[in-house]
């Protein structure tokens, strides 16, 4: 049985949102099934990684997106109907790399990540190929959401995004015999645009092993939030929290440290440093900043989907300060390991009564998350189920 995996991101490091779910998804896939793998990939360090997937994956095709190019497309494509979405993540070597293996490796069944990579589901190399789609976030939400809090021109680039991407992404579910979502806000999201397609939800898992931390519970006053820095709401998200809600928690904890961690971070949040704030750039590892953290904030004001970061926070033995977007997408059993607030004051006085806390009862707070049974191979389950189903189906 073979699954064909197209993704807009080499799964490999899973260091951000989008490589985590697509690399614990291809190796639970290859335990049932041998997996051609065909990624994008945006520079030259991405595609480094290429053979870090061996001895999972069968095969793995690379096709790199020339930024340049794409941006040159993405002016005159503003007037007519395509997303940006598909403009800016192309590669022509994706349907090349598709009929190489159609020759050799016939799939069973073609699973696409992500609304980027859907379009491909329309190939004429893959229109009699029983189809999968992983759209994880209903983008053109997210779109929507940045445009009302955007100023011209770009909240009108963003709203023309939303609109040409909603109806792509109803066409693509009902183009796929199932799409998975991550949560039952996206599902329900979902199911307004394509209301007689077949949306399973599919939620994220936590490796909690790896974060559990071996040593005690950090005293220092140390608050982090992780994140990559160029991703708009993380970057929105880091200012909130430096420029307003900091101030406010230094006022009662002078001695308190904020830090942002994460790669790629924008000029704007690296600016931040000037108020004190720590902005470490791309780090090898989180962990030991989740380890020596007593504190971590996921302050967004948009947030699809389910935040790993936060996840990965309380498998680290720390608490949460979370916002009502982020929340909302979390599991119940996330939730009570985190404080949710909304406006500055109320969240800086949060993470103050977090600081406050003994070590030991902000790590006790953080085990209440019970983060161990949300494992990625019974999250992920259904899934494969619904793969190795379609699979059989196609043949």
Partial sequence: MRVLFLTHR????????????????????????????????????????????DGIVSSTSLAPVSRVRNLAR??????????????????????????????????????????????????????????????????????????????????????????????FEARAAMRATATFVVNERERQTLATIAP??????????????????????????????CGVMNYAPNAQGARWMAEQVWPLVLAEQPGARLLIVGSNPTPEVRRLAQLGVTVTGAVPDVRP?????????????????????????????????VTPAVAEGLPEDALRGCVVESDAVAFASAVVDLLRMSPQGRRAMAARANVTAMDWASRLAPAISVLLECARAGR
């Fill in 74 to 167: 993405a002016l005159p494509t503003l007037l007519g109907g395509a997303p940006l979405t598909h403009v800016l993540l192309h590669s022509p070597e994706v349907l090349a790399a598709v009929r190489r293996l159609g020759r050799s490796h016939r799939p069973d069944v073609v699973l696409a990540y992500c609304s980027g990579m859907a379009k491909y589901l329309f190939a004429a190399e893959l229109s009699d190929v029983p189809a999968v789609l992983d759209m994880v976030d209903v983008d053109s939400a997210k779109w929507s959401d940045l445009a009302a809090t955007s100023a011209p021109p770009r909240s009108w680039v963003f709203r023309r995004e939303a609109t040409r991407l909603r109806a």
């Fill in 10 to 53: 080499l799964p490999y490091a899973p260091n951000r949102g989008d490589r985590i779910r697509a690399f614990h998804l291809i190796r639970a896939l290859a335990q049932h099934a041998d997996v051609d793998l065909v990624s994008l990939v945006h520079d030259d360090e991405e595609a480094s990684h290429r053979h870090d997937l």
């Fill in 289 to 321: 900043y989740l380890w020596s953290a007593a504190v971590a904030v996921a302050p967004l004001a948009i947030a699809r989907g389910l935040q790993n970061k936060v996840l990965e926070a309380l498998a680290a033995g720390l608490p949460v300060a």
């Fill in 196 to 225: 007689t397609s077949r949306i399973l939800t599919v939620p994220n898992g936590i490796d909690s092993e790896s974060f559990r931390p071996s040593d005690e519970p950090q005293r220092d006053p140390i608050v982090v939030f």
